[in-house]
């Protein structure tokens, strides 16, 4: 079945530092890839999505981009804010019906000023 | 943002006892899902709506039931709990879209089992 691994946390990182969380995933067909954002005490947000190979998401100054070759979808920001101190999750949704959602495990980052 | 609203948000019980969690919507989407969240595993899926009445089992529906009499409401019971579902319980929503679209999360529901 479908799976998405994505790096142990947690990260710390002091503010204006570059982050990288890595996301690879299994499916068949052709998913869609997704990182959500989870603040303390919130339910998930959609944080940006790529549909198809080579797509390029970005949000918020996050950006990732859709790599079928490596089957990987690694999230980036240039430079971090306290802000941006969350848990962040990749996941993919199958080219099947009822847009299931497979979840990574999730990676806590602390942006410590 | 999709209004949805869990109930209740904090509940502890005792092994044993039955407990339905609320998920309400004002939205509506069509798609409904309940995930579990745990440490080291992320969210997973219990169960799933497509519809009124029409629901189907996720990856770890074991223990759970669910209903879907109104387009706004999906109900998770846990016919007699345990502590293996001591968890935190987020709802989500849906809208038909290929597989292109975004879920829309509830607040969640801490569930504690003695």
């Known amino acids: 079945g479908d799976s998405v691994t994505q790096m142990e946390g947690p990260v710390t990182l002091s503010e204006e530092a570059f982050l990288t969380i890595n996301c690879t995933y299994t499916?068949?067909?052709?998913?869609?890839l997704f990182w959500y954002v989870q603040y303390p005490g919130e339910g998930l947000q959609l944080l940006l999505k790529?549909?198809?190979?080579?797509d390029k998401g970005s949000n918020k100054g996050f950006e990732a981009t859709y790599r079928k070759e490596t089957t990987s979808f690694h999230l980036e920001k240039g430079s971090v804010q306290v802000s941006d101190s969350a848990v962040y999750f990749c996941?993919?949704?199958?080219?099947?019906?009822?847009?299931?959602?497979?979840f990574g495990t999730g990676t806590k980052l602390q942006v410590i000023p | 943002d999709a209004g949805i609203t869990q109930s209740p948000r904090h509940k502890v019980t005792e092994t044993g006892t039955p407990v339905t969690l609320r998920c309400h919507q004002t939205e509506n989407h069509r798609y409904m899902y309940w995930y579990r969240q745990d440490p080291g595993h992320g969210l997973r899926l219990i169960h799933y709506?497509?519809?009124?009445?029409?629901?189907d089992k996720g990856e770890v529906s074991d223990g759970y039931s669910v209903s879907r009499s109104k387009t706004e409401d999906f109900l998770l019971t846990l016919e007699s709990a345990t502590s293996s579902q001591t968890s935190v319980y987020f709802c989500?929503?849906?809208?038909?879209?290929?597989?292109?679209?975004?879920?829309?999360f509830g607040e969640g529901s801490r569930l504690t089992v003695l």
């Open positions: 790529a549909t198809k190979a080579d």
């Open positions: 989500a929503t849906g809208r038909p879209s290929g597989n292109t679209g975004e879920l829309f």
């Open positions: 709506s497509y519809g009124v009445k029409d629901t």
């Open positions: 996941a993919l949704m199958d080219s099947g019906g009822y847009q299931k959602v497979t």
């Open positions: 499916a068949t067909g052709y998913p869609s």
